[in-house]
């Protein structure tokens, strides 16, 4: 069964940047799965930040991350990262990576994600 182990995250100050890496351990299945990051701040619900979709190989974004953070997939490596520059305070909250159902069409649908990793708490001082 694949699991996702997430690194990297902590604390910055704002207009810093972070990155943040999930790996993929025991991958099962092909390439046919949309991978996202997810995001949840105390007393909010569980946002995507952003997704790749493995069907046309690029990226969708929430509108309060666009243009800011970045989202790469490396097939070699089992890899899926998050580049966020330009923090700010209100991108505090615990992250999340996740992978898809296999074969998922579109990559924003919450409901299509079975797979997560752990969590890693990013915190933006301001």
């Known amino acids: 069964q694949v699991q996702l182990v997430q690194s990297g995250g902590g604390l910055v100050q704002a207009g810093g940047s972070l990155r943040l890496s999930c790996t993929a351990s025991r991958w099962t299945g092909g390439s046919g799965h949309n991978m996202a990051w997810f995001r949840q701040a105390p007393g909010n619900e569980r946002e995507l930040v952003g997704c790749w979709r493995w069907r046309t190989q690029f990226s969708t974004y929430s509108n309060s991350v666009k243009g800011r953070f970045t989202i790469a997939r490396d097939y070699s490596k089992n890899t899926f990262t998050l580049q966020m520059n330009s923090l700010k305070p209100e991108d505090t909250a615990m992250y999340y990576c996740?992978?898809?159902?296999?074969?998922?069409?579109?990559?924003?649908?919450?409901?299509?994600?079975?797979?997560w990793g752990q969590g890693t708490q990013v915190t933006v001082s301001s």
């Open positions: 996740a992978r898809s159902r296999e074969y998922a069409e579109e990559c924003t649908k919450n409901q299509d994600y079975l797979t």
